[in-house]
């Protein structure tokens, strides 16, 4: 049963919540797109500070409205009430930063609360006007989907359409702000009025999404899908894309939910909902999750270490031999245990490693030999690695730029003649001295 | 009497005061930086070498006076100034990649709401090549070295392609290769007749890379071609209280034999 009502809200069947869910779901994307300039611009509390400020506007607006003999209700008086003191606050903190030495943090935080404050306290002192009923309009504090009429959705789809066009109009510009307002501001950009255009987007945004998801919530709202989005991608476009989609499915989810069980408050839900994708991100996200950062981190560890014990073992069967060619002859432990220093505990999850790989095989005797495969390997390894040294050693002057590179892929990123040139080097070198390990090693 | 700031000087600065929160940083600069020099500006930590940089951009509010380029104002001589900042004021972790970062020296000529096309990669891509990390191009840029990302910037202002280049410590912690790789840039844009004002730190160096030296310590100590200027004398004056210092001074004197 409630499956099916569930289904029902969430695909836009039920004739009463289909509004609100759409009205909701475009909101997320409007504020998921808008919110990663505020975050890249590192203003997200200024984000709060606004929507904090545009309480005691609602409260205004509706006594005005009320005095003048209208309804007190109306949304569109109520929304520009809240822009009003919204934009006050944030020029507020702008003067407060400019005019004194507080930082950005103490200034959000005194005007948020203020304004905060000033508007329960009008929002207590409408309820007794007399001949209208300000029930209700506690909403705007906690946000409430159920009530939204056609004129309302129209009135939320239009600024949002009109603020996504304008974003995307000067994404360029706004990404120049973002990462470099020095910059941009010696080449002729106004880094203020660009400021003001972000911060007009953001009112926007904040303003039609007060009666769904509430003031105090939000800048959740603005905030949660563009930090989700960058968990997955290092590029900035991939991530305005993803944050608008995690912004709108949010939404869509958060207000289908809520718009089923009318005690829930839609703001919250939208902002778990958020929140719960958040987590995801930060756990798988592809570019800078938690989990694959580590898997990466861990088979960069393996493949070290797998370099490290074939090339031990190589090296030792050269020290071990007198004459060419190299025999693949078992080697006793003890001399691979003093070759080059094992953390404790590494050698033999290595070698335990290597055999699993098939590279090394344990003699009955207790000694370890390199198996065909292995032999073949190691000599690569050691092939490869001194041919970097030697590069390290014979380039040096370019060679900064360039080491930050796996020793594997040698013929890869420095082209079959260099590597030609070396490995020329590299006998000459072998008859005189060999490698600075080996030499270490004797 | 006013000085003389013929307009054929680059950068002229006339009686400029510089005060954050009334603690004034610069005061009474008067300074002409000829044509065609690589000039460094040299002064203890603190000095206001960077502010004085960055009051010629109109970054930060003048107290008093004024920086004409070929003797106009700065807002109206924006096309013949590049600008390097220095390499800490951004985030490295945002997320764009280094030809992107290199684009955005196009994005002035380009103007308000126009994208960049081919054209703009093509200019971002050779400038990456000049300053030898082309195979650079599509990192994070938080991917990128300490030396990699002063190239990034250094090939930003490439693409900007002007005549008067504005560099705040480019050789700030950078490795020795990116080091010799940007003066050799410089030097050939020096070459073509292009003005490069260099913030610079550090004093063994001084007399090779530079033709022409401003001496800064909160005021002008002294200004001119790097072998009238770059005395003992004039480092006595310019790091003058700062003993530990002048040990260093001492010591880089008796290294260039002077």
Not at chain 1, 165 to 179: A, P, S
Not at chain 2, 31 to 49: D, R
């Amino acid at each position: 049963m409630t499956l099916e009502l569930l289904r029902e809200t969430l695909f836009l069947e039920k004739h009463n919540t289909r509004l609100v869910v759409l009205g909701v779901a475009f909101l997320g994307a409007t504020a998921g797109l808008i919110g990663s300039f505020l975050l890249l611009r590192k203003q997200s509390l200024l984000g709060d500070a606004l929507s904090h400020a545009t309480l005691p506007g609602i409260g205004i607006a509706f006594a005005v409205m009320s005095w003048m003999g209208l309804s007190g209700r109306s949304l569109p008086g109520l929304l520009i009430g809240a822009t009003i003191t919204g934009l006050l606050g944030v020029i507020l903190v702008l003067a407060i930063r400019r005019s004194t030495r507080l930082k950005d943090d103490a200034a959000m935080g005194i005007v948020l609360s203020v304004f905060f404050g000033l508007g329960i306290a009008i929002l207590k002192m409408v309820e007794k006007i007399p001949g209208q009923s300000a029930a209700g309009l506690d909403s705007f504090i906690y946000g409430k989907t159920a009530s939204m009429v056609w004129s309302d959705f129209f009135l939320i789809a239009g600024t949002l359409a009109v603020t996504t066009v304008i974003t995307v109009l000067i994404l360029k510009e706004l990404t120049l702000l973002c990462f470099d307002s020095n910059f941009a501001s010696t080449e002729g950009w106004s880094t203020l009025g660009l400021d003001i255009i972000l911060m007009a987007l953001v009112t926007a945004v904040t303003v039609v999404g007060l009666q769904a998801v509430g003031l105090i919530l939000i800048i959740a709202f603005l905030i949660t899908p563009p930090t989700a989005a960058r968990f997955w991608t290092n590029r900035l476009g991939y991530m305005l894309v993803l944050s608008t989609v995690i912004g709108a499915i949010s939404g869509w989810i958060g207000a289908s939910i809520s718009a089923l069980y009318s005690n829930l408050p839609a703001g919250a839900i939208i902002v778990i909902t958020a929140a719960l994708i958040f987590l995801l991100s930060m756990i798988f996200g592809t570019a800078r999750g938690v989990l694959p950062r580590y898997l990466r981190h861990r088979k960069l560890q393996k493949k070290v270490g797998r370099q490290h014990i074939l090339r031990s073992t190589y090296e030792i069967l050269e020290n071990t031999q007198d004459s060419p060619p190299l025999k693949n002859l078992p080697i006793p432990m003890e001399l691979l245990r003093k070759h080059r220093y094992w953390a404790k505990g590494e050698l033999p999850k290595l070698i335990r490693q290597a055999r699993a790989e098939d590279h090394v095989e344990r003699q009955p005797t207790g000694e370890l030999r390199l198996s065909e495969s292995g032999f073949g390997e190691a000599s690569r390894i050691t092939r490869n690695h001194r041919l970097w040294e030697l590069y390290l050693i014979k380039h040096a002057d370019i060679a900064p730029s360039h080491v930050d590179r796996d020793a594997d892929m040698v013929e890869h990123l420095l082209g079959a003649e260099i590597v030609h040139q070396l490995e020329a080097a590299l006998e000459l070198a072998k008859s005189t001295i060999e490698s600075p390990h080996l030499i270490e090693s004797r | 009497m006013r000085p003389e700031h013929p307009p054929e000087f680059p950068l002229a600065v006339h009686d400029l005061t510089v005060a954050y929160h009334r603690k004034p940083v610069l005061w009474d600069v008067e300074l002409n930086i000829p044509e065609g020099t690589l000039a460094g500006i040299v002064g203890p930590n603190g000095a206001g070498k960077s502010t004085l940089l960055k009051a010629c951009l109109d970054l930060i509010p003048k107290t008093s006076g004024e920086a004409l380029i070929y003797g106009k104002p700065y807002e109206e001589q924006r096309d013949l100034i590049a600008y390097v900042p220095q390499r800490e004021s951004v985030d490295w972790d945002f997320p764009v990649s280094a030809l992107d970062v290199v684009a955005m020296g196009t994005y002035r000529k380009l103007g308000w709401f126009k994208r960049i096309g081919r054209t703009q990669k093509n200019q971002a891509r050779e400038a990456l090549e000049k300053v030898g990390i082309d195979h650079l191009a599509d990192r994070q840029i938080s991917q990128l070295s300490g030396g990699q990302q002063q190239r990034v910037f250094l090939a930003r202002a490439l693409v900007q392609d002007a005549q008067i280049y504005f560099m705040d410590e480019p050789f700030a912690a950078v490795d020795a290769a990116t080091e010799q790789a940007i003066i050799k840039l410089l030097q050939t844009l020096n070459a073509q007749g292009k003005t490069i004002l260099c913030v610079h730190h550090d004093l063994a160096t001084v007399s090779r890379y530079f033709d022409h030296l401003v001496l800064l310590n909160m005021r002008v100590v002294a200004s001119g071609p790097t072998s009238e200027t770059f005395t003992r004398e004039n480092l006595h004056k310019t790091y003058g209280g700062k003993l530990n210092l002048l040990d260093d001074v001492a010591h880089t004197l008796k290294n260039i034999g002077r």
